[in-house]
């Protein structure tokens, strides 16, 4: 039995070189047995990877199969309320949201936020129209789809273009939240025809602040910063 010069790993009697560093191995006393079987394999065996393409064919099938499923049953089986534009609706809505991060992964990620926003508005048009009641649709539905679509637009400027630590993105992702809220408050309280006042998202936004103020304290001490590194392993 042999070991290693280098590393001290046990050497298989067939071994040329060390299968750990690949040493050289030269054993005067030993004369090197020729064609004994190694113990590795020979062939490099991998498992095939999921193409994303494949993976996308499924999920268009997928989506396709039940929606066209469901508008046939909607239609022959359970005819009356237009109940299948529900399912139509959320299976292109999750198709929208699927297809472009698996296939057209070039793609900016603007453009995926653009088209998830277009596809929830559709979707919630969809709704409106299966329920024949359209006021919540265009007074809370658009606006609040257009403000969570633009502020993920914005979280995404600050994750791209400014600095990407987890702290950092938690530092946006904070700040975004608590300014959503107060958008969804200010456009709910319009839909009820009630005077516009900060209640419940006043809570989150202080909530956010305060959290923000101790993320932005942690980044700027070095110290506190490097410690927190080390207990959270990152
Ligand atoms: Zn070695």
């Not at 046939?72 to 139509?88: D, E």
């Not at 297809?99 to 277009?118: A, C, E, N, Q």
Request: proline share 5%; net charge positive.
């Amino acid at each position: 039995m042999s070991y290693c010069v280098n590393c001290g790993v046990e050497l298989d009697a067939s071994a040329k070189e060390c299968p750990l560093c690949g040493t050289p191995v030269l054993n005067p006393r030993e004369i090197r047995k020729e064609n004994v079987e190694t113990p590795f394999p020979k062939e490099k065996a991998q498992v095939e990877e999921i193409r994303s393409k494949d993976f996308g064919w499924l999920v268009t099938m997928v989506s396709l199969a039940t929606a066209v499923t469901c508008g046939l049953l909607n239609r022959f089986a359970f005819p009356g309320r237009p109940w299948s534009l529900a399912v139509i609706g959320a299976c292109v809505t999750f198709w929208v949201f699927l297809i472009p991060v698996v296939i057209f992964r070039k793609w900016s990620p603007f453009l995926y936020i653009l088209l998830d926003g277009t596809a929830v508005i559709w979707y919630l048009y969809l709704i409106a129209r299966m329920v024949e009641r359209f006021e919540w649709f265009y007074e809370l539905g658009i606006p609040i789809a257009l403000w969570v679509t633009f502020l993920a637009e914005v979280f995404a400027v600050a994750v791209m273009k400014l600095p990407r630590s987890i702290l950092a993105r938690a530092l946006y992702f904070f700040t975004v939240m608590g300014i959503l809220c107060v958008g969804i408050e200010l456009a709910i309280d319009s839909y009820a025809q009630v005077p516009r006042r900060l209640g419940w998202s006043a809570v989150v936004l202080t909530v956010c602040a305060i959290i923000d103020i101790a993320i932005v304290t942690t980044l700027s001490q070095r110290k506190l910063r490097n410690e927190l590194k080390r207990r959270l392993h990152f």
